[in-house]
């Protein structure tokens, strides 16, 4: 199975704070996604990217939430101030082809604890 | 609102049973039906289905979709200790973001040896 990694595998936060959540997704892929999962509920679509720009948002990706593709390959997810209920799972995942038809690849996910 | 529902929540099985899974959807602009098998962290890729009544196989697991009852089923035949996860179903849309995936709470599998 192709590879998408992140990183950190967990972190923990205090309520407020800035957390940037990293993702490689598949080598030269343009289009990219993040999703969420709150412990015991369903995975939730938050935003996809594509071409250094975002294509498609939820309710969810409200102004707390940015992405960015600071270099070529890395895409990070930025939480500006967080809130308890941003306790999650946060998953980026590529799509098996570059023309993004196929399945979706998920990475192993960061846990973020906001306390 | 689109919506994915998965049946049942949970199922308890012994090593050696054959299991069917169930997912049924309302969306609009429908593209494929995907599931997922969630054992730790990451959702792990199992089959896409676009077209109705063409099984897909893999191993002792398969799946087929009913476009006309807007469902699919997963079965799992001669289940073993290592099936137990939860297997989510997802919808793909045809819209701009192309594989927004709208999941379904999931089955949790759990199998006994």
């Known amino acids: 199975e192709p590879e998408v990694t992140q990183t950190p595998s967990h972190q923990v936060t205090q309520m407020g704070q800035e957390v940037i959540l990293r993702c490689v997704p598949i080598?030269?892929?343009?289009?990219f996604y993040w999703y969420r999962q709150i412990l015991g509920q369903k995975v939730e679509f938050l935003v996809s990217f594509y071409n250094n720009e975002i294509s498609e948002k939820s309710e969810i990706f409200d102004d707390q939430f940015s992405v960015e593709r600071p270099d070529g390959s890395n895409f990070t997810l930025k939480i500006r101030s967080t809130k308890l209920e941003d306790s999650a799972m946060y998953f980026c995942a590529s799509p098996r082809s570059r023309t993004n038809t196929g399945e979706l690849f998920f990475g192993e996910g960061s846990r973020l604890t906001v306390l | 609102e689109d919506k994915v529902v998965q049946s049942p929540l949970s199922l308890v099985v012994h090593e050696g049973d054959t299991v069917t899974l169930n997912c049924s959807y309302e969306?609009?602009?429908?593209?494929?039906l995907l599931w997922y098998k969630q054992e730790k962290k990451a959702p792990t890729f199992l089959f896409m289905l676009t077209s109705s009544g063409i099984e897909k196989k893999s191993g002792r697991l398969s799946s087929i979709l009913d476009k006309k009852e807007l469902s699919s089923i997963l079965n799992i035949t001669a289940t073993q200790t290592g099936d137990s996860a939860i297997y989510l179903c997802a919808v793909a849309l045809n819209n701009n973001a192309g594989n927004m995936l709208t999941f379904g709470g999931g089955t949790r599998l759990m199998v006994k040896p």
């Open positions: 969306v609009t602009n429908f593209r494929s």
């Open positions: 080598s030269n892929h343009l289009y």
